[in-house]
């Protein structure tokens, strides 16, 4: 565990780092924090490469994050935009732990600069994003206010990028169940929602369907224009 001084220094290491020169936007940052982070972000991914349980490699990535957490906020403050593989992979990491806010806020430092993800990962960071906070919502893992507010800010970050059909539709999906209050644990009656709500989450569902007709949100559809046709008054 880094000690308060330590996790100042280090913080402080990122930002003179980044003050120090001009730096090639496309190229890895230079000096002791950057090369610091490397040799612990290598030391945790051996550790995590001889863990065989999701779970368990969770658990470890929650307890390894506290390690970049001062690094990453002297990254963030200096804003110098450099490619920066210690920052792309603990966004990740910041994913798979759930801890939702801090990864929106790294990645939108990333999509403004340009990072890439690391060779493992097989999507780019726009594609991610929508598929990790849309499965979570969907699975129920991201509930309530925080999955309409953290879905919403999802979808406006990767908004003028380009990312598969499927993927946006699977967050239309998102939205429209998260409006709902439902999950792939807990279906809810449309009944007992008002037609605001009601409407919304039909419009979303509605606008998934059209990027996806497999999206699997039919059967919602019909239960919202049921719902809603029901509320009209008679002729």
């Known amino acids: 565990m880094q000690t308060l001084a330590q996790r100042h220094r280090l913080k402080?290491?990122?930002?003179?780092?980044?003050?120090?020169?001009?730096?090639?936007?496309?190229?890895?940052?230079?000096?002791?924090?950057?090369?610091?982070?490397?040799?612990?972000?290598?030391?945790?991914?051996?550790?995590?490469?001889?863990?065989?349980?999701v779970e368990k490699k969770i658990e470890a990535k929650r307890a390894m994050l506290a390690?970049?957490?001062?690094?990453?906020?002297?990254?963030?403050?200096?804003?110098?935009?450099?490619?920066?593989?210690?920052?792309?992979?603990?966004?990740?990491?910041?994913?798979?732990?759930?801890?939702?806010?801090?990864?929106?806020?790294?990645?939108?430092y990333a999509l403004v600069h340009g990072l890439k993800l690391p060779d493992q990962y097989?999507?780019?960071?726009?594609t991610l994003l929508i598929d990790e906070y849309a499965d979570a919502a969907l699975a129920g893992k991201l509930t309530g206010e925080d999955a309409l507010k953290h879905l919403s800010?999802?979808?406006?970050?990767?908004?003028?990028?380009d990312a598969p059909d499927q993927a946006r539709a699977k967050l239309h999906k998102a939205v429209g169940w998260a409006l709902l209050g439902k999950t792939a644990m807990a279906d809810v009656d449309?009944?007992?929602?008002?037609?605001g709500t009601c409407q919304a989450a039909l419009t979303h569902l509605l606008r998934a369907i059209e990027l996806w007709p497999q999206v699997g949100v039919k059967k919602d559809v019909e239960r919202l224009q049921r719902r809603l046709a029901g509320d009209k008054p008679a002729a």
């Open 12 to 53: 402080m290491l990122a930002l003179q780092q980044a003050a120090a020169a001009p730096q090639d936007a496309h190229g890895a940052p230079q000096g002791s924090a950057y090369e610091l982070m490397q040799a612990q972000l290598h030391e945790h991914l051996r550790t995590l490469k001889n863990i065989h349980s």
């Open 122 to 126: 097989n999507r780019d960071l726009p």
């Open 67 to 108: 390690d970049f957490e001062p690094y990453l906020d002297g990254v963030l403050q200096a804003n110098s935009g450099a490619q920066d593989v210690v920052l792309s992979t603990v966004l990740v990491w910041h994913i798979d732990v759930g801890n939702w806010a801090r990864a929106l806020q790294l990645a939108r």
């Open 153 to 161: 800010a999802v979808g406006e970050l990767t908004q003028a990028r």
């Open 190 to 195: 449309p009944k007992n929602l008002p037609p």
